[in-house]
């Protein structure tokens, strides 16, 4: 990763640190005074996490939760301050019910970190397990 600025190649390897559930090989990309907002939550942006301990932690939940979580990564695209990150995320809850869906993450960027995480993902009925 360059710390003057994040390219496609690079967000390839930040899903593919989120695959492998290595939560420090994530946060490396991320800046300190991070925020991701969620894919859910009961705000219009969903729920907001500030910082790299929460966001970490958020993060880590969801492994913990998901133990198969995966991010079948599409294709990524850095233009400036922005980035785009297009994937499929598929995961099976404790109760044995599985959730597939595209979704896309919107990435602010400072100093070759993400200061900002946006994730959106389509809402679609469970998949029985």
């Known amino acids: 990763m360059s710390l003057s600025s994040i390219n496609e190649s690079d967000l390839s390897d930040l899903f593919d640190a989120f695959n492998r559930h290595d939560v420090d090989a994530v946060m490396a990309y991320f800046a300190d005074d991070c925020v991701f907002d969620a894919v859910s939550g009961a705000e219009v942006y969903g729920t907001r996490f500030i910082?790299?301990?929460?966001?970490?932690?958020?993060?880590?939940?969801?492994w913990a939760t998901m133990p198969d979580a995966h991010w079948d990564h599409?294709?990524?695209?850095?233009c400036g301050d922005r980035?785009?990150?297009?994937?499929?995320?598929?995961?099976?809850?404790?109760?044995?019910?599985?959730?597939e869906a595209q979704g896309a993450d919107l990435f602010r960027l400072r100093d070759g970190r993400i200061i900002h995480k946006q994730a959106f993902r389509k809402?679609?009925?469970?998949?029985?397990?």
């Open 74 to 78: 599409h294709g990524h695209l850095v």
């Open 123 to 129: 809402s679609r009925p469970l998949l029985a397990g």
């Open 83 to 99: 980035a785009v990150s297009e994937w499929t995320f598929t995961g099976t809850n404790r109760d044995g019910s599985r959730v």
């Open 51 to 62: 910082g790299v301990e929460a966001i970490a932690g958020a993060f880590s939940g969801v």
